[in-house]
């Protein structure tokens, strides 16, 4: 029996701590969330910080690909409080987040690789 509640604490623990993680460490294909698009046509915004891995390769994979876009430093307060307020908006916790975060005319991706970018920015034309 003791066995058992030891399994149950163990695994009620890496649930948490997923959870607090902020889930798996792949990257986000699906829309995390959405809110009113930022500005009137299409467009791409990611957030992210210099010192990211994971946002310098997807800026130099976007600029490679040709996809305009627009980077914020998320550690600028100002930039910060839009971004958390435009998370807030579209149902995201702005508790934990994974970067880069993108912006896609309104829908919002965690992590994305540079095609769910590409394929986002294109579906805006359709």
Not at 71 to 78: G, K, L, N, Q, S
Request: charged share 20%.
């Amino acid at each position: 029996m003791r066995n058992i509640a030891g399994f149950l604490v163990l695994v009620g623990l890496l649930v948490m701590l997923r959870q607090w993680s902020g889930g798996d460490t792949g990257g986000s294909d699906r829309v995390a969330g959405a809110t009113t698009p930022a500005k009137s046509g299409p467009y791409v915004t990611v957030y992210g910080r210099d010192s990211c891995g994971y946002t310098q390769s997807l800026l130099s994979e976007l600029s490679d690909n040709g996809l305009k876009h627009e980077y914020r430093i998320v550690d600028e307060p100002a930039v910060a409080s839009r971004l958390h307020e435009r998370m807030r908006a579209a149902g995201l916790s702005t508790r934990r987040y994974r970067l880069p975060v993108v912006d896609v005319n309104g829908r919002f991706y965690l992590r994305p690789g540079s095609d769910t970018v590409q394929n986002a920015y294109n579906d805006a034309f359709q």
